[in-house]
């Protein structure tokens, strides 16, 4: 079946630091994959995807890159801001609907 | 745009007991999900309708999990009677319609649920 690994946290980091979020998943076909970010108190917000292979998802500075070759959805972010903190989710969707989650990131910025 | 709301945010019960959670979705949207969040796992899907039919409910606890959508719009969830393990956060999300084309899901604040 699917399933999606993500690296554990917390990730913890000062202000401007640059950002890696691992993610990699298992899936058969060619899956359509996600970053979901949810704020403390906030349902899941979706932040960005990719439906194809080398094909970059980005949205308020964070960046995934589709790799079909090693089967990952790194997320990225050039300089975190303190209200990046949060809890980021790696997902896929295969072929119908279905979302697949990970477990979940948290970040935690300091100023 | 108004969200997808739900309600309680948060319920305290004993074990045994009933509970039952609600959820409106943004107006139009045809699919609606229930989603299972244990601390520290990702959301699993519980149960999926288009308008008031099930699409999947392969991984809901049918012994003691119950959902509905009778008109196509809000639904509710129940639990009856409840275990230690069903505490948790429970998401609701719509969108416009499930397909081949990605539909976007959009997701209320949840219910956490806390059995005693």
């Known amino acids: 079946g699917n399933s999606v690994t993500q690296m554990e946290g917390p990730v913890t980091l000062s202000e401007e630091a640059f950002l890696t979020i691992n993610c990699t998943y298992t899936a058969t076909g060619y899956p359509s994959l996600f970053w979901y970010v949810q704020y403390p108190g906030e349902g899941l917000q979706l932040l960005l995807k990719?439906?194809?292979?080398?094909d970059k998802g980005s949205n308020k500075g964070f960046e995934a890159t589709y790799r079909k070759e090693t089967t990952s959805f790194h997320l990225e972010k050039g300089s975190v801001q303190v209200s990046d903190s949060a809890v980021y989710f790696c997902?896929?969707?295969?072929?119908?609907?279905?979302?697949?989650f990970g477990k979940g990131t948290m970040l935690l910025v300091s100023p | 745009e108004a969200g997808v709301a739900q309600s309680p945010r948060y319920k305290i019960i004993e074990k045994r007991q009933s509970v039952a959670f609600w959820c409106n979705p943004i107006?139009?949207?045809?699919?609606l999900y229930w989603y299972q969040q244990i601390l520290g796992q990702g959301p699993k899907l519980l149960i999926q309708f288009q308008n008031n039919g099930v699409v999947d409910d392969s991984q809901l606890p049918k012994d003691r999990f119950s959902a509905e959508r009778l008109k196509g719009v809000d639904s509710t969830l129940k639990i009856q009677p409840a275990k230690l393990e069903d505490s948790a956060v429970y998401l609701c999300a719509s969108s416009l319609e499930a397909g081949s084309s990605y539909n976007e899901q959009f997701f209320g604040p949840g219910t956490r649920l806390t059995v005693l």
């Open positions: 990719a439906t194809k292979a080398d």
């Open positions: 107006s139009g949207h045809a699919t």
């Open positions: 997902a896929l969707r295969g072929g119908g609907s279905t979302l697949t």
